[in-house]
C-alpha cells in the first residue's frame, strides 16, 4: 500500500495563479481532509470529505475548492493564489467514525510571490 | 481562536529526561484525545490517544495522562532519545464527528 500520496511535493506560483493538489489514497478510507500548517498555528482544516460526492468546509475554507469524485481521490484547488496561501499543506484520509487516526501525506510545499 | 491550547512551544531536554507537553480544551464534546508526532519534512502521525474515561495510557515509552475534571492533557516521554527529537501535536474529535483539532504543536529537541 502506497498509503496517502501527495503531488507536487513544492509549487512556486504567482499571485493569481491557479493550481490543484493532487491527493490519492489506496486505504479505501471514506474520509479524506486538507489542513494547512503555519509555524505556531499546528495543522488547520481547510476542507473535508465523508465519502464520494460530499464535502464539507473545515476552520479556513476560504480561496480554496474541493471535490470528491471517488473514493480514492480528493484534490485541493487555488482558484488565485495569494501571498497568504503561502504553506505546507497536507492531506489526510481516515476511516468514516475514526476522525482521532487520520493518515497523512508528506506534504506540499507552496511558496505564493 | 484554537480549541485546544497547546504548551510550552518549544523544548530542550538531555537525554534520558523526560520532557511534557500539556494541552488544554474548552470543549465537553470532544471524546477522543490522540498525539501526533511529526519528524521534518513529513506528515503527522499517529503516536497515541486516549479516551476520557482512561485517566492514563501507556505505550512504549510515551504516556498520555488525562484529567477529564481540569479538561486537560499531558504527554511524558520516559528516557528520552535523540531519535525523539520531533514536532508533537496533541488534537481531539468528537468520534462520530469527522473533525480533527490540533494544538499549536511543540518542538522538541532531545541533547545527546
Not at chain 2, 14 to 38: L, M, R, S, V
Not at chain 2, 63 to 74: D, G, M, V, Y
Not at chain 2, 88 to 109: E, H, P
Amino acid at each position: 500500500n502506497a498509503g496517502v500520496t501527495q503531488t507536487p511535493k513544492f509549487q512556486v506560483l504567482k499571485t493569481g495563479q491557479s493550481m490543484t493538489l493532487q491527493c490519492a489514497q489506496d486505504m479505501n478510507h471514506e474520509y479524506m481532509s486538507w489542513y494547512r500548517q503555519d509555524p505556531g498555528m499546528g495543522l488547520r482544516l481547510i476542507h473535508y470529505s465523508v465519502g464520494a460526492g460530499i464535502t464539507d468546509q473545515g476552520e479556513v475554507p476560504n480561496g480554496y475548492n474541493v471535490s470528491r469524485s471517488t473514493t480514492e481521490d480528493f484534490p485541493l484547488r487555488l482558484l488565485s493564489a495569494a501571498p497568504s496561501q503561502t504553506s505546507v499543506y497536507f492531506c489526510a484520509s481516515s476511516r468514516h467514525g475514526d476522525s482521532y487516526e487520520q493518515y497523512f501525506g508528506p506534504g506540499t510545499r507552496l511558496t505564493v510571490t | 481562536q484554537q480549541q485546544v491550547k497547546q504548551s510550552p512551544q518549544s523544548l530542550i531536554v538531555q537525554k534520558g529526561g523526560i520532557p511534557i507537553i500539556n494541552c488544554a480544551y474548552e470543549n465537553t464534546a470532544f471524546d477522543y484525545f490522540p498525539w501526533y508526532q511529526q519528524f521534518p519534512g513529513k506528515g503527522p502521525a499517529l503516536l497515541i490517544a486516549i479516551r476520557p474515561d482512561v485517566s492514563e495510557k501507556k505505550e512504549g515509552r510515551f504516556t498520555i495522562s488525562f484529567n477529564k475534571s481540569a479538561k486537560q492533557f499531558s504527554l511524558h516521554i520516559m528516557d528520552s532519545q535523540p531519535g525523539d527529537s520531533a514536532t508533537y501535536f496533541c488534537a481531539a474529535s468528537i468520534v462520530d464527528g469527522n473533525k480533527l483539532v490540533f494544538g499549536a504543536g511543540t518542538i522538541l529537541r532531545v541533547k545527546s
